[in-house]
């Protein structure tokens, strides 16, 4: 069998360890296997960020570049949205300069869209909506609607119509934008009745 081939299999196998919870199985298989792609060790990020096991995932990306694997775009959605979930912004915006400076990864707008969530999630809605003003890539509907949950996050009026009137721009039947900013006004009128 080729090389190729058996590089499919593993990497399918090691996929669905990852997808069955088993991370430390899979991570055990790749280390066993003679070839490793990036494909490989991407899976086993993204198992990794899935358990909430940030640490992991920076120590596998230092693995991969001590092997001389070289990451690809997908290497750093991982790794970003790692951060983004575990409120890293300063590891985040590392790895986010890194991607460009070192491998010469042009942002695309999920990294981009990472970054955003990483701020939102801290509470940084300001600065939020002025990276979505200062990206080069026009932000969609998936942008505006993460903005829209972090608004209701922190009951934040201002930001949330600002994100829904920019998503109702893109698509003026985008139920779902009309959802969540009825959520925000109804979580602030709960708010208003609560503290008279």
């Known amino acids: 069998m080729c090389i190729r081939k058996r590089c499919c299999i593993a990497n399918s196998v090691i996929d669905m360890y990852v997808k069955c919870g088993l991370t430390h199985v899979a991570h055990i298989l790749l280390n066993q296997l003679q070839y490793q792609d990036i494909i490989a060790w991407n899976s086993i990020m993204k198992g990794y960020v899935q358990c909430g096991e940030i640490e992991n995932v920076f120590n596998v990306y230092t693995t991969i570049c001590g092997k001389g694997i070289v990451p690809d775009p997908v290497t750093f959605i991982i790794i970003l949205s790692g951060c983004s979930r575990n ?19 042009l942002p695309m707008l ?3 869209s990472c970054m955003i969530n990483v701020l939102g ?15 080069k890539i026009p932000a969609n509907a998936i942008v505006w609607h993460s903005l829209l949950g972090m608004c209701r996050s922190w009951g934040n009026i201002q930001f949330g119509r600002h994100a829904f009137e920019q998503a109702l721009y893109l698509d003026k039947k985008d139920s779902a934008a009309y959802v969540m ?10 708010t208003m009745a609560q503290f008279p």
């Not at 790895?95 to 491998?103: G, H, K, L, P, R």
């Not at 900013?181 to 709960?190: E, F, K, L, V």
Request: charged share 20%; proline share 0%.
């Open 121 to 135: 999630h801290m509470g940084q809605l300001e600065a939020a909506v002025k990276m979505i003003n200062e990206i």
């Open 110 to 112: 999920d990294h981009h």
């Open 181 to 190: 900013m009825s959520q925000i006004y109804g979580d602030a009128q709960i």
């Open 87 to 105: 409120c890293l912004y300063a590891e985040s915006r590392s790895y986010f300069e890194a991607m460009n400076e070192d491998y010469g990864i």
